[in-house]
């Protein structure tokens, strides 16, 4: 009983590297031929060489557009406004 147990643990031990390889052979052999493979797009539209296709069109967003100089800037009183943010100190009872 215990040499036929054993050989069964072997034998599934075999089948499970076995299946483990063709797992890894799977998994790697998908994308490594994909790159083989032409790319083949459909063109719904009109040719791209044709000069009088139809295109969008073209629209410009600046990146700085809501931009505005703040200088030169005239200096605030500095102590007031240091006061003004300073926590105001505790009453003792």
């Not at 031990?13 to 063709?22: M, P």
């Given at each position: 009983m215990?040499?036929?147990?054993?050989g069964?643990?072997a034998?599934?031990?075999v089948g499970?590297r076995?299946?483990?390889f063709?797992?890894?052979?799977l998994?790697?052999a998908?994308?490594?031929?994909?790159?083989?493979?032409p790319a083949?797009?459909?063109m719904?539209?009109?040719d791209?060489?044709?000069?009088?296709?139809?295109v969008?069109p073209?629209g410009?967003?600046s990146?700085?557009a809501p931009?505005t100089?703040?200088?030169p800037a005239t200096?605030?009183?500095?102590r007031?406004?240091?006061?003004?943010?300073?926590?105001?100190p505790?009453q003792?009872r």
């Amino acid at each position: 009983m215990v040499a036929l147990s054993g050989g069964k643990s072997a034998a599934s031990a075999v089948g499970d590297r076995h299946s483990r390889f063709i797992w890894l052979l799977l998994a790697f052999a998908g994308p490594t031929l994909s790159g083989c493979m032409p790319a083949t797009t459909h063109m719904a539209s009109a040719d791209p060489a044709d000069p009088a296709a139809k295109v969008a069109p073209i629209g410009y967003r600046s990146t700085i557009a809501p931009y505005t100089s703040l200088r030169p800037a005239t200096p605030a009183p500095w102590r007031g406004r240091n006061e003004a943010v300073t926590p105001q100190p505790k009453q003792e009872r």
